[in-house]
T-cell receptor
């Protein structure tokens, strides 16, 4: 069965500083990997996704993530955070194909941004 | 509409009451998913439709939960005899393709059972 672990429940970062959110997954085949962001009271917005090809993927809002098969990781990074980046971030893995990409989510990392 | 629309956005139900949550996916989207998100946790898969066919309902927590999508567009998630542990946000998502390449989420229906 697939699973996702986000080791950090909370992260506090100063505005303008860099941010890295960790994600480790367990999946038997080549995974479909996603990062979503959720602001309070809102649904999930897709930041970026990895299916195949270049292991460094660019997303919206200046985010990027790197797929490392050997480490079963898909960490999210942003060079310089803005106050508006304060939100909860979810990593997810999907099977794709006939499963329709049923997603398994991690527990989330809440990001707080200090002025 | 422009996005996935869910209603009601907020629902307070008395324990034992039946509730129905509606999802209007993006027009033309083949795949539709329901997820349950408890407070402070990540979303958990409930069920998946491809057009009107319910291909996976492995995540439904009990036989009190029932979902349908009779015409392959709008979907309803019904919870019978609600219990306090059903309190959660219920997220609907849709995708244009069968493999769910890019999945769009609605803002969710917040259910509180008192």
């Amino acid at each position: 069965a697939q699973s996702v672990t986000q080791p950090d429940i909370h992260i506090t970062v100063s505005e303008g500083a860099s941010l890295e959110l960790r994600c480790n997954y367990s999946y038997g085949a080549t995974p479909y990997l996603f990062w979503y962001v959720q602001s309070p009271g809102q649904g999930l917005q897709l930041l970026l996704k990895y299916f195949s090809g270049d292991t460094l993927v660019q997303g919206i809002k200046g985010f990027e993530a790197e797929f490392k098969r050997s480490q079963s990781s898909f960490n999210l990074r942003k060079p310089s955070v803005h106050w508006s980046d304060a939100a909860e971030y979810f990593c997810a893995v999907g099977a794709g194909g006939a499963a329709g990409n049923k997603l398994t989510f991690g527990g989330g990392t809440r990001v707080l941004v200090k002025p | 509409g422009a996005g996935v629309s869910q209603s009601p956005r907020y629902k307070v139900a008395k324990r034992g009451q039946d509730v129905a949550l509606r999802c209007d996916p993006i027009s033309g989207h083949v795949s539709l998913f329901w997820y349950q998100q408890a407070l402070g946790q990540g979303p958990e898969f409930l069920t998946y439709f491809q057009n009107e066919a319910q291909l996976d309902k492995s995540g439904l927590p009990s036989d009190r939960f029932f979902a349908e999508r009779p015409e392959g567009s709008v979907s309803t998630l019904k919870i019978q005899r609600t219990q306090q542990e059903d309190s959660a946000v219920y997220l609907c998502a849709s995708s244009f393709t069968r493999d769910g390449n890019t999945i769009y989420f609605g803002e969710g229906s917040w259910l509180t059972v008192v």
